[in-house]
């Protein structure tokens, strides 16, 4: 299944594979029909830009760490996907968006004034319950400071749509580990350097080192160059691998499935060297988990909550960078609940801001919560977005004090109704507006009377308030 609606039941998994004829214009790719109680998915030419399949039936959940297709490809092999022309998506062939598509299981980073979204899943617009993976080589970006989205085509070598990957940016670099496709779970390493003049895939293919195993809903840390991972659900290692893995028996309920669990595993990539290693930690070491959420704080990396086999977590721990030692953090009763597929964004040298996810009675949440480092506190932020519950949404932190919530799917993902996947953007000020935005506010707010001084303003400040205006004017066309 798509990483996201990863749980289907086991009420009668019924698998039927059909292999069509690869037809002169390679329009369609021999795949499969995959037929679960709940969802049938029909996969054309690139898999990997149709959505995720069935979930792994048992009455474990189709989200954090199940769903399975009825075969998995070897991860090893090259196939020539990246060649073929991928299935437009069923918006794009009626008209232009000047908004992204709503979605679940994406990723965003931010590098200056601008957020990247790439990835994920939706419904499919004709055919009922079906999902239908977001295209591979569609970016979106939005621009901080005037509020307007913009679609780009990357190029490069990325093989295939996925859901539940896990993305950093460093240096203007956006990195791309993991994820969830139409045929199981993958290790596969990209990089997208976002400053370029155009967008370009590049796969890691050179990397030294023992790689994590295919795997998505996993965290990542970055500290000194380093791109630290934890966690995640997927097939077990090949080789030895520091941590635990805990096997869910329920993917093995799906037919022809090398199964899958959870880990705790942690696996640093050096960009510096290009090689992967793990660490000899120490200290109380979390259960394995996916669909959790990290932090990194100076070089302290945090990690809250996630599903670990019918349960949604609410400890919280943290990992010392330099020595590699976990220490557990006491979480009050009246602190935030267990959950899963939330979001949990730095916001300052001394807070984390946590917001939405998904509990193990499968409520779909709009909570926030401020956690402070150095006390050890947590405190209900209020918001004027309560009857918005996300899961499975992405939050970057802005640069004026924002947290920019993106996408992620506001009813319990996990029933039988329709997936209310979001296209929304909601924005939390966490912290005080710096005086410069004020000002900016300010002018305009009275932007009729102090437009003829604007001339007198430094370029930077210039092009930031025309940016701005242009969005207002927009707005009000």
């Known amino acids: 299944m798509p990483d996201g609606p990863h749980e289907y039941g086991v009420w009668g998994l019924k698998f039927v594979r059909q292999t069509f004829d690869k037809v002169k214009t390679r329009q369609l790719l021999g795949v ?54 991928p299935l437009e998506t069923e918006a794009s062939e009626l008209f232009e968006l000047d908004t992204p598509p709503e ?21 499919a617009q004709n055919h009922g319950f079906f999902d239908l993976y ?25 093989l295939t749509s996925m859901s539940g990957s896990c993305a950093v940016c460093v240096d203007g670099v956006l990195y791309l580990f993991g994820g969830h496709h139409a045929r199981g779970n993958t290790n596969r390493m990209y990089r997208l350097p976002l400053r370029a003049p155009t967008l370009v895939w590049e796969e890691m293919r050179d990397l030294k080192g023992l ?20 966690g995640g659900y997927g097939y077990a290692a090949q080789g030895l691998h520091r941590g635990t893995f805990e096997y869910d028996e329920s ?34 070491t979390p259960s394995p988990r996916a669909a959790h959420a990290c932090a990194t704080v100076g070089n302290r990396g945090y990690v809250f909550g996630g599903r670990y086999k019918n349960y949604r977590l609410n400890d919280l721990y943290y990992i010392d960078l330099d020595t590699w030692e976990w220490h557990e953090m006491s979480v009050p009763q009246n602190g935030p609940l267990g959950r899963s597929w939330h979001s949990f964004t ?3 040298p ?6 939405g996810g998904f509990t193990t009675d499968r409520q779909t949440l709009s909570d926030a919560w401020m956690y402070c480092v150095s006390t050890n506190e947590w405190k209900l932020y209020k918001h004027s977005h309560t009857e918005s519950p996300r899961l499975w949404h992405t939050a970057c932190s802005g640069p004026d004090g924002e947290v920019f919530v993106f996408g992620g799917c506001a009813n319990n993902l996990l029933s039988h109704q329709r997936a ?11 912290q005080p507006k710096s005086l410069v935005r004020c000002c900016m506010e300010a002018t305009l707010q009275h932007r009729e009377r102090l437009a003829c001084y604007w001339d007198c303003l430094p370029k930077h400040l210039l092009h930031s308030l025309q940016q701005r205006m242009a969005h207002v004017n927009t707005l009000g066309s």
């Open 350 to 355: 001394d807070h984390i801001f946590l917001f």
């Open 103 to 123: 979605r679940s299981g994406h990723v965003a980073v931010v590098d200056r004034n601008f957020m990247y979204v790439w990835g994920g899943y939706k419904n």
């Open 134 to 158: 977001l295209p591979r080589n569609e970016i979106w970006t939005y621009n901080l400071e005037s509020g307007a989205w913009t679609k780009h085509v990357a190029g490069g070598n990325l």
């Open 32 to 85: 499969a029909d995959l037929l679960t109680s709940r969802k049938m998915a029909e996969m054309e030419e690139d898999p990997g830009d149709l959505l995720p399949a069935g979930e792994d039936d048992s009455e474990s959940d189709r989200e954090e760490d199940d769903g399975e297709f009825a075969w998995i490809v070897d991860e090893d092999e090259d196939e020539e996907v990246e060649d073929e022309q």
């Open 420 to 430: 209310a996947h979001s296209n929304e953007l909601l924005v939390f000020n966490v």
């Open 211 to 230: 790689p994590p195993s295919c795997k998505d809903k996993l965290g990542c840390w970055v500290q000194k160059n380093r791109l630290i991972f934890f």
């Open 251 to 284: 993917s093995s309920l799906v037919w022809d499935s090398p199964g899958r669990g959870w880990n705790n595993h942690i696996h640093i990539l050096d960009l510096e060297t290009s090689t992967w290693s793990q660490p000899i930690t120490r200290g109380n």
């Open 346 to 348: 730095p916001v300052s």
